[in-house]
């Protein structure tokens, strides 16, 4: 079994998830019973999410809500496998059962790769021991982007406890949210271990992409390097000036 899980916080204690385009479109494809959603009150951790903004900086709170708490709701959740998707601005192309036949996720947990180097290096610069990225991701200019995942249930709660361990424990600024923590994971090669789907098999972030690389067919993008056709499409980056892909190719929802 196989759930696309989301996350969202707020001060209100509910979210509009089934008015958003990753809902919308994912049930076309999927059963509504395999979307799962968990949101967060703000008021309610308050003083964590001051703690966390105390000691780590800005975007403190995506470590907090998109880990720590991730972490905590998925522990009880029924699935053998999951996706993790950013709620607003992530689009689902079609069924995702097959999605665990197509990687190793016994051994790996894939993120998507995006060609924005975020976070940027006067942020890196307060990192203890990081390496970098290796010369092929960035002579390819393929980051980590961590607004769409896939991983066995098993393998992303340890991710996650890693992630936890390792990093939010730590007063360091500069992690930019979560991406930071899963980029010092991955260039560090910590376990358990995070490839990057560079071949858009699974999920495409659009963020700095040139779009004569993709055309649509059918309602699917197809990524004309591969011939793949991601089941992701995640516009990150569009209140950076990044392009609205999604809409460029007229996907429904």
Same mark, same amino acid.
């Given at each position: 079994?196989?759930?696309?899980?989301?996350?969202?916080?707020?001060?209100?204690?509910?979210?509009?998830?089934?008015?958003?385009?990753?809902?919308? $479109?994912?049930?076309?494809?999927? $059963?509504?019973?395999?979307?799962?959603?968990?949101? %967060?009150?703000?008021?309610?951790?308050?003083?964590?999410?001051?703690?966390?903004?105390?000691?780590?900086?800005?975007?403190?709170?995506?470590?907090?809500?998109?880990?720590?708490?991730?972490?905590?709701?998925?522990?009880?959740?029924?699935?053998?496998?999951?996706?993790?998707?950013?709620?607003?601005?992530?689009?689902?192309?079609?069924?995702?059962?097959?999605?665990?036949?197509?990687?190793?996720?016994?051994?790996?947990?894939?993120? $998507?790769?995006?060609?924005?180097?975020?976070?940027?290096?006067?942020?890196?610069?307060?990192?203890?021991? %990081?390496?970098?990225?290796?010369?092929?991701?960035?002579?390819?200019?393929?980051?980590?982007?961590?607004?769409?995942?896939?991983?066995?249930?098993?393998?992303?709660?340890?991710?996650?406890?890693?992630?936890?361990?390792?990093?939010?424990?730590?007063?360091?600024?500069?992690?930019?949210?979560?991406?930071?923590?899963?980029?010092?994971? %991955?260039?560090?090669?910590?376990?358990?271990?995070?490839?990057?789907?560079?071949?858009?098999?699974?999920?495409? $972030?659009?963020?700095?992409?040139?779009?004569?690389?993709?055309?649509?067919?059918?309602?699917?993008?197809?990524?004309?390097?591969?011939?793949?056709?991601?089941?992701?499409?995640?516009?990150?980056?569009?209140?950076?000036?990044?392009?609205?892909?999604?809409?460029?190719?007229?996907?429904?929802?």
């Amino acid at each position: 079994m196989i759930k696309l899980v989301t996350c969202t916080w707020g001060f209100c204690n509910s979210f509009p998830i089934q008015d958003t385009m990753l809902y919308r $479109s994912f049930v076309k494809n999927n $059963s509504p019973e395999n979307f799962v959603h968990f949101h %967060y009150s703000r008021g309610a951790y308050y003083l964590e999410e001051q703690d966390y903004t105390g000691r780590m900086g800005s975007q403190a709170e995506y470590i907090l809500f998109k880990i720590k708490l991730l972490k905590e709701s998925i522990e009880n959740l029924e699935t053998d496998y999951l996706v993790f998707a950013d709620a607003t601005d992530v689009y689902c192309t079609d069924n995702i059962d097959h999605l665990p036949k197509l990687f190793n996720l016994e051994n790996h947990i894939v993120f $998507s790769a995006e060609r924005n180097d975020w976070p940027k290096q006067n942020m890196i610069a307060h990192w203890e021991n %990081y390496p970098g990225y290796n010369q092929h991701d960035l002579a390819n200019r393929t980051f980590l982007n961590s607004g769409v995942q896939l991983a066995k249930k098993s393998k992303y709660l340890e991710l996650l406890q890693s992630c936890l361990d390792k990093y939010c424990s730590q007063s360091v600024t500069g992690y930019g949210g979560d991406q930071g923590v899963y980029t010092m994971h %991955y260039n560090t090669k910590s376990e358990p271990k995070i490839i990057l789907d560079y071949a858009k098999i699974f999920a495409w $972030s659009t963020y700095d992409s040139n779009i004569a690389e993709f055309h649509k067919s059918q309602n699917k993008v197809v990524c004309n390097n591969y011939g793949t056709q991601p089941i992701f499409l995640h516009d990150n980056g569009t209140n950076y000036g990044g392009q609205k892909f999604i809409a460029k190719f007229g996907l429904e929802f």
